[in-house]
């Protein structure tokens, strides 16, 4: 197992940040039907963990509103985890951060280091996105995240010893379960976190 996420016995719980955007957030679903809510309930005394989702947030540091010019970035590193989930490319997605692609897969390690340097043994996991769709034109596009933003994401994890879980395979063909073309319902959300901790348990590879 890569990693083995029961503590021994006496040992504090694993501390896990959850770094996103609004699918991460839980937005349009009740805070307990949110993945990162479902998982923290999973997990009990196992682990604490953090929500540090923002709305409409991107990775691209040039992006329109990027996830590390915020107080829930700054929050999560100082949350100190053993292990931190990033959920995010589907903003970057957009025609007004795409333009700064050649960016990207820096900005993600960037992202990877500044975390690892409060903790080196610190364990990432890069979730694909979900294969959204909106409706305006320039907006969040399937097709971006499937043919440029996951290869690069994939890319990120083998260069920095991170791992990935695939979300996108597990909400394929699930597009009734986006309530507004972009954002899982409840039943999403449980799709997500039922896959995400089979990962983390070492059940499943990504």
Known sequence: MWYALIPAYGASPVRIACLGDSITAGM??????????RVAKALGKKAEVGNFGVSARCLLFKGDRPITRE????????????????GLGTNDSKE???KHKTDFADNYKEVI???????PRLKVYCLLPIPSQEAREGGISRERISREVI?????????????VIDLNKV????????????????EGHALMAEHILLVLKGKAAE
């Open 28 to 37: 349009l679903v009740r805070k307990e039907d949110c993945w990162v809510s």
């Open 96 to 98: 007004v951060n795409w």
């Open 71 to 86: 107080k829930a970035y700054r929050d999560a590193l100082a949350f100190k985890p053993g292990m931190l989930l990033i």
């Open 151 to 163: 290869p690069l994401i994939r890319q990120v994890a083998k260069s920095t010893n991170s791992k």
């Open 171 to 186: 909400m394929k063909d699930k597009e009734g379960l986006l309530v507004d073309g972009v954002h899982p319902n409840a």
């Open 113 to 119: 280091a500044e975390f690892r340097k409060e903790n």
